[in-house]
C-alpha cells in the first residue's frame, strides 16, 4: 500500500499575483494574462475552450502562446500555481504538487520545450523519472507543444502495466474493460451482454457496470451477481459496479465484493466537492479502506479505478478560468495519489459544448492519454461521442487507432458501440479485436490462457493466437437455449450477433448505422411550427440561441429567453402553463403533440386548473422553464422537451415531460431548502421521460402529466419532496388499515 | 427499479400435494415503465405428500397444517405474497368438501392469491407453461401437446411459440385404480374405473388382483384415448366408458404435423427419471398403475419424442406453473383512485366492450354490470389506440354509466391491453368529477376466463390472475389470425 502524503504536508509555494506574458510576431503584439490565458491560448481550439473564452483569438495567437510556454522553465511553472476563484489553491492542486523532489531537482531548469525535446530524446526509464516530477500543469504545457506524432511517440516509450488478478498494460498487450450497461441494472440483459463481451474475448481489464440506480441493495445484488458469474465462468479478471464511492464503500462494508473501487474524478477541487460529492479526504479513506479490507487485498497490487475526460468543470462552471486540457491533467495528478489499476478517459461523452467534431476530440484524446501516461498512470481510453456533436464513428475509430499506436491499456467492449443506458457510443468488443489484431497485440496473459482454453482463441504450433471457434459466440455460457433465449429478450439494441472476421457482419453494422443516421436527423431536424398549430393556438416565444449551431453548441443559450419574448410576457393569472420546445429532438414533439396537448388541455380543464395558452419556443433547453414561470408568475410549467436520440431509431422520438414548481410561498420554500439542502433553491422538478410509442404512449402520458400536475398543486411540491410526501401518505394509510 | 416479491404455488392433485415457494423481483422497465416479475428463484420447495383423505374426504384439518408448515418452512407471510396460487386439481377437486377446503386455504393465506377448484382448462394450461413454455418458444414452428398426467385426470395443451392453444381434460390418471402396493390386488376402484373394467368384461372389485393382461387392457385403453386426443381421432375412442372419460375434448386442429408431445405430471417424472437413467421403482409401490402407464407410454409411438423433448419440469408442472405464469402483472400507469378498494377476488368477467360496440351492446353489458353488487370486470377491445378513438369509447361508456346511475361504491374493472389505463379511466370519470368506484388495468394480456382477482397495489402495479379458464379454442382462432 502506497503512503498517501498528508496535505499539510506537500508544499505549494505561495500565490503569486498573474504575470503578463508577451511577445511579439511578424511586428504583432501578443499578449496574455497569467499563466491560466496562456495555458488556454496555447491549446488546439476546442469547443469548451472557445465558449470560455480561452481559446486563441487566431493561428498565430496561438503559436505566439506556445512560444511563450515554451520559453517557460519547470520553475516557473512550479512558482505559479493556478488558483481557484477565490484566488487560493484547492486541494487538487495541491496534491499534484506532491512530485518527486529529487527528480524535480534535475529538471527544474528545463523550459518546457526542452522538457518535450528531452522526452523525445530519452529512453523510457528517463520518461518515467521525468513524469514523476512533473504536476498535471507542467504535463499539461508539454502536451500543447507536442503535434499529434509527438504525442504518440512520448506516450508509447510507457508503459504502466498494473496487477490485480490479470496483468494489464504490459508490452504487446491490448485489454479491455466489458461495460455491459442495461437501462434497468436487468440481470439477464447485463448477463448476455457480459457473455458477448468475453466470448469476444473482452473484459480482461475489469467487467465493469454502470448501475442505473445508485443504492447500496441495488448495487450490493449487482456485484454479488458479477461475483458470481466469474467465478461460474472462471474468466480471471475483476469485477466493479461504478457506483458513487460512498455506495461501493457502504456495499464493501456489508461484506459485497468490491474488488475494485472506482469513482469519476473532476480537476477541481469545486467540482469534486459539489458535483461529484467526493473530498480528498473521502478517496484517502477508500484507498485504505481497500487496501486493508478489499477482497483482493494480498492478490492484487492496485484496486482504485478512475474515470476522467475533458470538459466536465466547464460544463458544470467550475473550471476556474483553467482550461480543459490542463484540469484533465489535474485529474491525473490527483489520480496519481493512489497508484491505480485503470485510469478510463472518457472525453467526448459531454457533447459539442466541449468537442464539436472528431478532429478535436481525436487531439484531446491524444493529449490525455500523453497526459496519463507521463504523470505515471495506466491509461485506458474511450474515445466517445452523443449523437448532438459532430463526431462520427470515423473519427472514434480514427482515435482508437492513433491510440493504440500510442499504446493504450486498454478500451471499452460497449456491444455493437451503443450504451443502451447512458446514451452514447463507445469501443466495442469488436472493435477491440479489430485493433489486436491490426497492431499485434494480445489480452492479458492469464485471461489468454482461459480463452484459448474455452476455444474463444487458438493457439498454432508457432505460438500464433488466432480467433477459435467459440469467438463471438455468447450460448456458450448458456445451459440451454431457452436460456440465452431469455437473456435475449431482456437485451435491447442486439439485432444480431453475426460477425464478419473480428467485425459484425455488414447487416449488423448496417442497422445499427441507421439506428444513429435517423437519432442525428432527429437532432437536426426543426420545429415545424405550422403543423403544431394545427393542434392548439400557440405562442411561439425565441431563446436566446439564434440558429441551431448555437443551440447545440452552448446549452445556456436555449435556457434564456431573448429580450423580444422577455419584452411579450408577463404575469398571467395561471396556475399552469404549458411549454413546448424543441430540446435535442424536434421530431419527438412532431410524433407526440398530437396526442399529448388535447389530453392535458382536457385534463386540466376536467380538474379546474387554469391554464394559459401554450408556449412554443424553437431552440430551448430543459431550464427554458425558469424564465418563463418567472415571467408568467405560474405555479408549475409543464415543459415538453425532445430527450437526446441515442442508439435506437425509435427512440430518437422520446420526449420528455418537466414538471417545473416555482416555489414562492416562503414556508414552502423553507421547506424545499431543508429538503434539499440547497438554501437558493427557487425551483422543483418532477420529471417524466420516454414519452414516446416504445415507451410511454403519447396519449397515457398526457393522463400521468395530469395526475402530477394535480399532485404538485395539491401537496405544493415536486420531485422528491413530492415522491417522498406521497410515499408518507401511502405509508400512513396502510397504516391506518392495517390497525 | 425493483422491488422483492414472494410467490406461492400450492397444488393439491388426486394423489399427492405439494408446494413450491419462489421470490422474484418486480422490476420496471426504465424505457417502457413495464413492471415485469424477473428473477424467479425457487427459494423452498416441499415434499410430496400423499393427499390426505378421510372417508373419501379431503382431510381439511391435515391439509390446513400441510399449508401452515409450507409456509412456515418457506418463511414467508401471506401477507408479503404478491401471486402464484392454489389449485385443487384431478380428483381431488370433485371431493365433496372441496369448496370448503378451498375457503380455508384462501383464509390461511389471507385472499393473498387465487385459491380454487375444478378449473380444468386452468390446470392444463398451467401444466404446459410450467413445463414447457420455454421449450415451445425456441421450437416456435413446432405445436406441442403436453400430457399432464396426475393419479385422476389427464390435462392437455395444444400450444405453439410458448402460447397454448386448445386445452382438453380426461380422466384418465394412475389412481383410478389403487392397489396394494408390490401387488395389482385392487384396493379401491373410482366410478370411472368401474364402468372401464365393466367395458372391459373385467369382472373384478376391491381385494380381486389383476392380472397381466387385465392390467395391460386397462392401460391400452389409456393410451388409445390419449392418442385419439392428440391425433383427432374421435373414432378411436367412442366407446361408452370412452365417452364417460372424457370431460373436456381437446379438439386438434386438422393437418397439424409433427406434434412433439411431452408428458408432465407423476407420470411424467416417472417417464423422465427413467429415461435419465434411473431404473423403474419396484412393482406398484406408489399402490396404483402410474408405472405401468408410464412404462406402456415409453413403449408408444410418442415414446421417441419423449426420448428428443425433455420439459423443463414434469413433475412439478402445474405449481411452477401457478407460481410463474398464474400472475400477471399490470402496467405501471392504471387508473386507481382508490387503492383500497383492492384486492378484489372473484369478480366475473362479463364481456367485452370494443371500439366498434354499438350503443345497444354498451347499455346492455353496463345493465349486466349493475346487477354484481360484489363487483364485475368488463374487457375493452381498442381497435386503434389513437386519442379520438380512445376518448369516443370513454365518453360513450360514461354517458352510459351516468345516465344508469352507477352504484358508485360498485367495483367496475376495465382490463385492457393497451397502455391507456391512465387516460381511459380519467375520460370515463370525466377526470375525477363522475363518482365511480373504476379500476382500469391495462398492458394485460385478458385470458379467455370467467374469473378475475385483482390483487393489492404493490410499487405501482397489481398482480392479476385468470381462472375459470373455458376451453382455449377461441385463442386459437385468434393466434391463426394473427399469423
Given at each position: 500500500?502506497?503512503?498517501?502524503?498528508?496535505?499539510?504536508?506537500?508544499?505549494?509555494?505561495?500565490?503569486?499575483?498573474?504575470?503578463?506574458?508577451?511577445?511579439?510576431?511578424?511586428?504583432?503584439?501578443?499578449?496574455?494574462?497569467?499563466?491560466?490565458?496562456l495555458?488556454?491560448?496555447?491549446?488546439?481550439?476546442?469547443?469548451?475552450?472557445?465558449?470560455?473564452?480561452?481559446?486563441?483569438?487566431?493561428?498565430?495567437?496561438?503559436?505566439?502562446?506556445?512560444?511563450?510556454l515554451?520559453?517557460?522553465?519547470?520553475?516557473?511553472?512550479?512558482?505559479?500555481?493556478?488558483?481557484?476563484?477565490?484566488?487560493?489553491?484547492?486541494?487538487?492542486?495541491?496534491v499534484?504538487?506532491?512530485?518527486?523532489?529529487?527528480?524535480?531537482?534535475?529538471?527544474?531548469?528545463?523550459?518546457?520545450?526542452?522538457?518535450?525535446?528531452?522526452?523525445?530524446?530519452?529512453?523510457e526509464?528517463?520518461?518515467?523519472?521525468?513524469?514523476?516530477?512533473l504536476?498535471?500543469?507542467?504535463?499539461?504545457?508539454?502536451?500543447?507543444?507536442?503535434d499529434?506524432?509527438?504525442?504518440?511517440?512520448?506516450a508509447?516509450k510507457?508503459?504502466r502495466?498494473?496487477?490485480?488478478?490479470?496483468?494489464?498494460?504490459?508490452?504487446?498487450?491490448?485489454?479491455?474493460r466489458?461495460?455491459?450497461?442495461?437501462p434497468?441494472?436487468d440481470?439477464?440483459?447485463?448477463?448476455?451482454?457480459?457473455?458477448l463481451?468475453?466470448?469476444?474475448?473482452?473484459?480482461?481489464?475489469?467487467?465493469?457496470v454502470?448501475?442505473a440506480?445508485?443504492?447500496?441493495?441495488?448495487?450490493?445484488?449487482?456485484?454479488?451477481?458479477?461475483?458470481?458469474l466469474?467465478?461460474?465462468?472462471?474468466?480471471?479478471?475483476?469485477?466493479?459496479?461504478?457506483?458513487?464511492?460512498?455506495?461501493?464503500?457502504?456495499?464493501?462494508?456489508?461484506?459485497?465484493?468490491?474488488?475494485?473501487?472506482?469513482?469519476?474524478?473532476?480537476?477541481?477541487?469545486?467540482?469534486n466537492?459539489?458535483?461529484f460529492?467526493?473530498?480528498?479526504?473521502?478517496?484517502?479513506?477508500?484507498?485504505?479502506?481497500?487496501?486493508?479490507?478489499?477482497?483482493?487485498?494480498?492478490?492484487?497490487e492496485?484496486?482504485?479505478?478512475f474515470?476522467?475526460?475533458?470538459?466536465?468543470?466547464?460544463?458544470?462552471?467550475?473550471?476556474?478560468?483553467?482550461?480543459?486540457?490542463?484540469?484533465?491533467?489535474?485529474?491525473?495528478?490527483?489520480?496519481?495519489?493512489?497508484?491505480?489499476?485503470?485510469?478510463?478517459n472518457?472525453?467526448?461523452?459531454?457533447?459539442?459544448?466541449?468537442?464539436?467534431?472528431?478532429?478535436?476530440?481525436?487531439?484531446?484524446?491524444?493529449?490525455?492519454?500523453?497526459?496519463?501516461?507521463?504523470?505515471?498512470?495506466?491509461?485506458?481510453?474511450?474515445?466517445c461521442?452523443?449523437?448532438?456533436?459532430?463526431?462520427?464513428?470515423?473519427?472514434?475509430?480514427?482515435?482508437?487507432?492513433?491510440?493504440?499506436?500510442?499504446?493504450a491499456?486498454?478500451?471499452?467492449?460497449?456491444?455493437l458501440?451503443?450504451?443502451?443506458?447512458?446514451?452514447?457510443?463507445?469501443?466495442?468488443?469488436?472493435?477491440d479485436?479489430?485493433?489486436?489484431?491490426?497492431?499485434?497485440?494480445?489480452?492479458?496473459?492469464?485471461?489468454?490462457?482461459w480463452?484459448v482454453?474455452?476455444?474463444i482463441?487458438?493457439?498454432?504450433?508457432?505460438?500464433?493466437?488466432?480467433?477459435?471457434?467459440?469467438?463471438?459466440?455468447?450460448?456458450?455460457f448458456?445451459?440451454?437455449?431457452?436460456?440465452?433465449n431469455?437473456?435475449?429478450?431482456?437485451?435491447?439494441?442486439?439485432p444480431?450477433?453475426?460477425?464478419?472476421?473480428?467485425?459484425?457482419?455488414?447487416?449488423?453494422?448496417?442497422?445499427?448505422?441507421?439506428?444513429?443516421?435517423?437519432g442525428?436527423?432527429?437532432?437536426?431536424?426543426?420545429?415545424?411550427?405550422d403543423?403544431?398549430?394545427?393542434?392548439?393556438?400557440?405562442?411561439?416565444?425565441?431563446?436566446e440561441?439564434?440558429?441551431?449551431?448555437?443551440?447545440?453548441?452552448?446549452?445556456?443559450?436555449?435556457?434564456?429567453?431573448?429580450?423580444?419574448?422577455?419584452?411579450?410576457?408577463?404575469?398571467?393569472?395561471?396556475?399552469?402553463?404549458?411549454?413546448?420546445?424543441?430540446?435535442?429532438s424536434?421530431?419527438?414533439?412532431?410524433?407526440?403533440?398530437?396526442?399529448?396537448?388535447?389530453?392535458?388541455?382536457?385534463?386540466?380543464?376536467?380538474?379546474?386548473?387554469?391554464?394559459?395558452?401554450?408556449?412554443?419556443?424553437?431552440y430551448?433547453r430543459?431550464?427554458?422553464?425558469?424564465?418563463?414561470a418567472e415571467?408568467?408568475?405560474?405555479?408549475?410549467?409543464?415543459?415538453?422537451?425532445?430527450?437526446?436520440?441515442?442508439?435506437?431509431?425509435?427512440?430518437?422520438r422520446?420526449?420528455?415531460?418537466?414538471?417545473?414548481?416555482r416555489?414562492?410561498?416562503?414556508?414552502v420554500?423553507?421547506?424545499?431548502?431543508?429538503?434539499?439542502?440547497?438554501?437558493?433553491?427557487?425551483?422543483?422538478?418532477?420529471?417524466?421521460?420516454?414519452?414516446?410509442?416504445?415507451?410511454?404512449?403519447?396519449?397515457?402520458?398526457?393522463?400521468?402529466?395530469?395526475e402530477?400536475?394535480?399532485?404538485?398543486?395539491?401537496?405544493?411540491?415536486?420531485?422528491?419532496?413530492?415522491?417522498?410526501?406521497?410515499?408518507?401518505e401511502?405509508?400512513?394509510?396502510?397504516?391506518g388499515?392495517?390497525? | 427499479?425493483?422491488?422483492?416479491?414472494?410467490?406461492?404455488?400450492?397444488?393439491?392433485?388426486?394423489?399427492t400435494?405439494?408446494?413450491?415457494?419462489?421470490?422474484?423481483?418486480?422490476?420496471?422497465?426504465?424505457?417502457?415503465?413495464?413492471?415485469?416479475?424477473?428473477g424467479i428463484?425457487?427459494?423452498?420447495?416441499?415434499?410430496?405428500?400423499?393427499?390426505?383423505?378421510?372417508?373419501?374426504?379431503?382431510?381439511?384439518?391435515a391439509?390446513?397444517?400441510?399449508?401452515?408448515?409450507?409456509?412456515?418452512?418457506?418463511?414467508?407471510?401471506?401477507?408479503?405474497?404478491?401471486?402464484?396460487?392454489?389449485?385443487?386439481t384431478g380428483?381431488?377437486?370433485?371431493?365433496?368438501?372441496?369448496?370448503?377446503?378451498?375457503?380455508t386455504?384462501r383464509?390461511?393465506?389471507?385472499?393473498?392469491?387465487?385459491?380454487?377448484?375444478?378449473?380444468?382448462?386452468?390446470?392444463?394450461?398451467?401444466?404446459?407453461?410450467?413445463?414447457?413454455?420455454?421449450?415451445?418458444?425456441?421450437?416456435?414452428?413446432?405445436?406441442?401437446?403436453?400430457?399432464?398426467?396426475?393419479?385422476?385426470?389427464?390435462?392437455?395443451?395444444?400450444?405453439?411459440?410458448?402460447?397454448?392453444?386448445?386445452t382438453?381434460?380426461?380422466?384418465?390418471?394412475?389412481?383410478?385404480?389403487e392397489?396394494?402396493?408390490?401387488?395389482?390386488?385392487?384396493?379401491?376402484?373410482?366410478?370411472?374405473?368401474q364402468?372401464?373394467l365393466?367395458?372391459?368384461?373385467?369382472?373384478?372389485?376391491?381385494?380381486?388382483?389383476?392380472?397381466?393382461?387385465?392390467?395391460?387392457?386397462?392401460?391400452?385403453?389409456?393410451?388409445t384415448?390419449?392418442?385419439?386426443?392428440?391425433?383427432?381421432?374421435?373414432?378411436?375412442?367412442?366407446?361408452?366408458?370412452?365417452?364417460?372419460?372424457?370431460?373436456?375434448?381437446?379438439?386438434i386442429?386438422?393437418?397439424?404435423?409433427?406434434v412433439?408431445?411431452?408428458?408432465?405430471?407423476?407420470?411424467?417424472a416417472?417417464i423422465?427419471?427413467?429415461?435419465?437413467?434411473?431404473?423403474?421403482?419396484?412393482?406398484t409401490?406408489?399402490?396404483?398403475?402410474?408405472?405401468?402407464?408410464?412404462?406402456?407410454?415409453?413403449?408408444?409411438?410418442?415414446?421417441?419424442?419423449?426420448?428428443?423433448?425433455?420439459?423443463?419440469?414434469?413433475?412439478?408442472?402445474?405449481?411452477?406453473?401457478?407460481?410463474?405464469?398464474?400472475?400477471?402483472?399490470?402496467?405501471?400507469t392504471?387508473f386507481?383512485?382508490?387503492?383500497?378498494?383492492?384486492?378484489?377476488?372473484?369478480?366475473?368477467i362479463?364481456?367485452?366492450?370494443?371500439?366498434?360496440?354499438?350503443?345497444?351492446?354498451?347499455?346492455?353489458?353496463?345493465?349486466?354490470l349493475?346487477?354484481?353488487?360484489?363487483?364485475?370486470?368488463?374487457?375493452?377491445?381498442?381497435?386503434?389506440?389513437?386519442?379520438?378513438?380512445?376518448?369516443s369509447?370513454?365518453?360513450?361508456?360514461?354517458?352510459?354509466?351516468?345516465?344508469?346511475?352507477?352504484?358508485?361504491?360498485?367495483?367496475?374493472?376495465?382490463?385492457?391491453?393497451?397502455?391507456?389505463?391512465?387516460?381511459?379511466?380519467?375520460?370515463?370519470?370525466?377526470?375525477?368529477?363522475?363518482?365511480?368506484?373504476?379500476?382500469?388495468?391495462?398492458?394485460?394480456?385478458?385470458?379467455?376466463?370467467?374469473?378475475?382477482?385483482?390483487?393489492?397495489?404493490?410499487?405501482?402495479?397489481?398482480?392479476?390472475?385468470?381462472?375459470?379458464?373455458?376451453?382455449?379454442?377461441?385463442?386459437?382462432?385468434?393466434?391463426d389470425?394473427?399469423?
Amino acid at each position: 500500500m502506497k503512503t498517501l502524503t498528508p496535505l499539510a504536508d506537500i508544499h505549494v509555494p505561495d500565490v503569486l499575483r498573474d504575470q503578463t506574458y508577451t511577445t511579439s510576431c511578424m511586428n504583432q503584439q501578443f499578449s496574455f494574462q497569467g499563466l491560466k490565458a496562456l495555458l488556454g491560448a496555447a491549446d488546439y481550439s476546442k469547443a469548451g475552450e472557445r465558449n470560455a473564452g480561452l481559446a486563441a483569438s487566431s493561428e498565430t495567437a496561438r503559436e505566439a502562446a506556445r512560444g511563450i510556454l515554451s520559453r517557460l522553465t519547470l520553475q516557473h511553472l512550479y512558482d505559479h500555481p493556478l488558483t481557484n476563484e477565490q484566488g487560493s489553491v484547492d486541494s487538487v492542486m495541491r496534491v499534484n504538487y506532491d512530485v518527486d523532489g529529487d527528480a524535480f531537482a534535475t529538471l527544474s531548469t528545463m523550459t518546457a520545450g526542452e522538457l518535450k525535446n528531452h522526452l523525445l530524446r530519452s529512453p523510457e526509464s528517463e520518461v518515467e523519472r521525468a513524469g514523476s516530477a512533473l504536476t498535471g500543469v507542467m504535463a499539461s504545457a508539454v502536451a500543447k507543444l507536442c503535434d499529434v506524432h509527438e504525442l504518440i511517440l512520448i506516450a508509447r516509450k510507457v508503459s504502466r502495466p498494473t496487477t490485480a488478478r490479470t496483468l494489464l498494460g504490459a508490452p504487446g498487450r491490448l485489454s479491455s474493460r466489458l461495460q455491459p450497461n442495461h437501462p434497468t441494472d436487468d440481470i439477464r440483459g447485463i448477463t448476455l451482454l457480459c457473455y458477448l463481451g468475453l466470448s469476444l474475448g473482452s473484459g480482461d481489464a475489469l467487467i465493469g457496470v454502470n448501475p442505473a440506480v445508485d443504492t447500496v441493495e441495488s448495487v450490493s445484488s449487482l456485484l454479488y451477481h458479477l461475483d458470481g458469474l466469474r467465478r461460474r465462468i472462471g474468466a480471471p479478471t475483476q469485477i466493479c459496479v461504478l457506483a458513487h464511492i460512498k455506495t461501493q464503500l457502504s456495499c464493501l462494508e456489508r461484506g459485497a465484493p468490491v474488488e475494485i473501487l472506482f469513482q469519476s474524478l473532476a480537476g477541481t477541487e469545486s467540482t469534486n466537492l459539489l458535483e461529484f460529492d467526493i473530498s480528498v479526504d473521502l478517496l484517502d479513506r477508500g484507498y485504505r479502506r481497500m487496501a486493508e479490507n478489499g477482497p483482493l487485498k494480498g492478490k492484487a497490487e492496485q484496486f482504485m479505478y478512475f474515470e476522467t475526460g475533458q470538459g466536465s468543470e466547464l460544463t458544470y462552471g467550475r473550471h476556474s478560468g483553467i482550461d480543459m486540457t490542463t484540469t484533465e491533467a489535474l485529474c491525473y495528478g490527483l489520480a496519481r495519489r493512489y497508484d491505480p489499476f485503470m485510469v478510463n478517459n472518457v472525453t467526448g461523452f459531454i457533447g459539442p459544448e466541449t468537442h464539436c467534431d472528431s478532429f478535436e476530440m481525436i487531439l484531446s484524446n491524444l493529449q490525455d492519454h500523453f497526459m496519463g501516461k507521463l504523470l505515471g498512470l495506466p491509461m485506458g481510453m474511450a474515445p466517445c461521442y452523443t449523437l448532438h456533436s459532430n463526431i462520427t464513428l470515423e473519427g472514434q475509430q480514427m482515435a482508437t487507432e492513433l491510440l493504440t499506436a500510442a499504446g493504450a491499456n486498454y478500451y471499452m467492449d460497449v456491444a455493437l458501440n451503443t450504451d443502451r443506458m447512458l446514451a452514447y457510443f463507445d469501443t466495442s468488443g469488436h472493435d477491440d479485436q479489430t485493433l489486436r489484431e491490426t497492431h499485434g497485440r494480445l489480452p492479458a496473459s492469464e485471461f489468454l490462457e482461459w480463452a484459448v482454453s474455452r476455444h474463444i482463441f487458438s493457439r498454432g504450433t508457432q505460438g500464433e493466437v488466432t480467433r477459435g471457434p467459440h469467438w463471438g459466440d455468447p450460448t456458450q455460457f448458456c445451459d440451454s437455449e431457452a436460456e440465452f433465449n431469455e437473456l435475449l429478450c431482456a437485451t435491447p439494441a442486439v439485432p444480431s450477433f453475426k460477425s464478419a472476421g473480428p467485425r459484425p457482419a455488414d447487416e449488423v453494422q448496417r442497422e445499427m448505422r441507421v439506428n444513429q443516421a435517423i437519432g442525428r436527423e432527429a437532432i437536426h431536424a426543426e420545429l415545424q411550427i405550422d403543423e403544431l398549430e394545427k393542434i392548439t393556438s400557440f405562442r411561439v416565444i425565441e431563446t436566446e440561441a439564434a440558429d441551431q449551431e448555437a443551440h447545440l453548441n452552448s446549452p445556456k443559450l436555449g435556457s434564456r429567453l431573448a429580450a423580444s419574448s422577455l419584452d411579450r410576457l408577463s404575469p398571467e393569472d395561471c396556475q399552469v402553463q404549458i411549454l413546448v420546445s424543441d430540446g435535442l429532438s424536434a421530431e419527438a414533439v412532431h410524433h407526440n403533440a398530437n396526442d399529448l396537448l388535447p389530453v392535458i388541455l382536457d385534463g386540466l380543464k376536467g380538474r379546474t386548473v387554469s391554464t394559459g395558452q401554450p408556449l412554443l419556443a424553437r431552440y430551448g433547453r430543459v431550464k427554458l422553464a425558469e424564465p418563463v414561470a418567472e415571467r408568467l408568475e405560474a405555479n408549475v410549467i409543464v415543459h415538453l422537451i425532445g430527450e437526446r436520440p441515442g442508439g435506437d431509431a425509435l427512440a430518437s422520438r422520446s420526449l420528455s415531460a418537466y414538471l417545473v414548481y416555482r416555489l414562492t410561498d416562503p414556508s414552502v420554500r423553507t421547506a424545499a431548502s431543508q429538503f434539499s439542502g440547497n438554501e437558493d433553491v427557487r425551483f422543483e422538478v418532477t420529471v417524466i421521460s420516454n414519452i414516446y410509442s416504445g415507451g410511454l404512449p403519447a396519449l397515457e402520458a398526457g393522463g400521468v402529466i395530469v395526475e402530477r400536475v394535480s399532485d404538485i398543486l395539491a401537496h405544493q411540491a415536486a420531485g422528491n419532496r413530492l415522491e417522498s410526501l406521497l410515499e408518507s401518505e401511502a405509508d400512513r394509510q396502510e397504516g391506518g388499515d392495517a390497525q | 427499479m425493483t422491488a422483492e416479491v414472494k410467490l406461492v404455488g400450492l397444488d393439491f392433485g388426486t394423489t399427492t400435494s405439494s408446494a413450491v415457494i419462489a421470490s422474484a423481483q418486480l422490476t420496471r422497465n426504465a424505457v417502457t415503465a413495464k413492471t415485469d416479475l424477473t428473477g424467479i428463484q425457487e427459494v423452498y420447495r416441499s415434499e410430496m405428500v400423499f393427499t390426505p383423505l378421510i372417508d373419501n374426504r379431503l382431510d381439511e384439518t391435515a391439509l390446513a397444517q400441510y399449508v401452515d408448515g409450507w409456509l412456515a418452512s418457506g418463511e414467508v407471510n401471506p401477507e408479503e405474497v404478491f401471486g402464484g396460487g392454489a389449485l385443487l386439481t384431478g380428483l381431488t377437486a370433485q371431493q365433496v368438501n372441496a369448496s370448503a377446503v378451498v375457503r380455508t386455504i384462501r383464509r390461511q393465506l389471507r385472499n393473498a392469491l387465487i385459491a380454487t377448484a375444478d378449473d380444468p382448462s386452468l390446470e392444463s394450461w398451467l401444466a404446459f407453461m410450467g413445463s414447457c413454455a420455454g421449450m415451445s418458444r425456441t421450437q416456435t414452428e413446432v405445436p406441442i401437446v403436453n400430457l399432464d398426467i396426475g393419479g385422476g385426470t389427464t390435462n392437455l395443451a395444444l400450444g405453439l411459440a410458448g402460447n397454448v392453444l386448445r386445452t382438453g381434460c380426461l380422466y384418465v390418471g394412475a389412481r383410478h385404480i389403487e392397489v396394494i402396493p408390490g401387488s395389482y390386488r385392487i384396493r379401491r376402484l373410482s366410478r370411472y374405473a368401474q364402468e372401464l373394467l365393466a367395458e372391459l368384461r373385467i369382472v373384478k372389485g376391491v381385494g380381486n388382483c389383476l392380472t397381466e393382461s387385465e392390467v395391460n387392457a386397462v392401460l391400452t385403453f389409456y393410451v388409445t384415448l390419449l392418442t385419439a386426443a392428440i391425433e383427432g381421432t374421435a373414432d378411436l375412442a367412442e366407446s361408452r366408458a370412452a365417452r364417460l372419460h372424457k370431460v373436456i375434448p381437446l379438439s386438434i386442429p386438422h393437418g397439424l404435423d409433427n406434434v412433439i408431445v411431452t408428458v408432465s405430471g407423476g407420470v411424467g417424472a416417472l417417464i423422465y427419471s427413467h429415461l435419465s437413467g434411473e431404473s423403474w421403482p419396484s412393482t406398484t409401490c406408489y399402490g396404483d398403475l402410474g408405472i405401468d402407464l408410464a412404462r406402456m407410454l415409453l413403449s408408444s409411438k410418442w415414446a421417441e419424442c419423449f426420448r428428443n423433448f425433455v420439459p423443463h419440469s414434469a413433475g412439478r408442472a402445474t405449481v411452477y406453473g401457478l407460481l410463474r405464469h398464474n400472475t400477471e402483472v399490470s402496467g405501471g400507469t392504471l387508473f386507481l383512485p382508490n387503492p383500497d378498494c383492492l384486492p378484489l377476488t372473484d369478480l366475473p368477467i362479463l364481456g367485452v366492450i370494443a371500439s366498434d360496440s354499438t350503443d345497444e351492446d354498451i347499455e346492455n353489458l353496463t345493465s349486466l354490470l349493475q346487477k354484481a353488487r360484489h363487483g364485475a370486470c368488463v374487457r375493452i377491445e381498442l381497435l386503434t389506440d389513437d386519442g379520438p378513438s380512445v376518448r369516443s369509447l370513454a365518453e360513450r361508456l360514461s354517458g352510459t354509466l351516468k345516465a344508469r346511475r352507477f352504484p358508485t361504491e360498485q367495483p367496475l374493472v376495465l382490463l385492457v391491453t393497451e397502455n391507456v389505463g391512465k387516460v381511459l379511466g380519467n375520460y370515463i370519470t370525466e377526470w375525477g368529477a363522475l363518482p365511480l368506484n373504476l379500476v382500469v388495468v391495462d398492458e394485460i394480456t385478458v385470458r379467455h376466463a370467467q374469473y378475475v382477482r385483482i390483487g393489492r397495489l404493490h410499487k405501482q402495479v397489481v398482480p392479476v390472475s385468470f381462472y375459470g379458464l373455458h376451453d382455449q379454442g377461441d385463442a386459437h382462432e385468434d393466434a391463426d389470425a394473427a399469423r
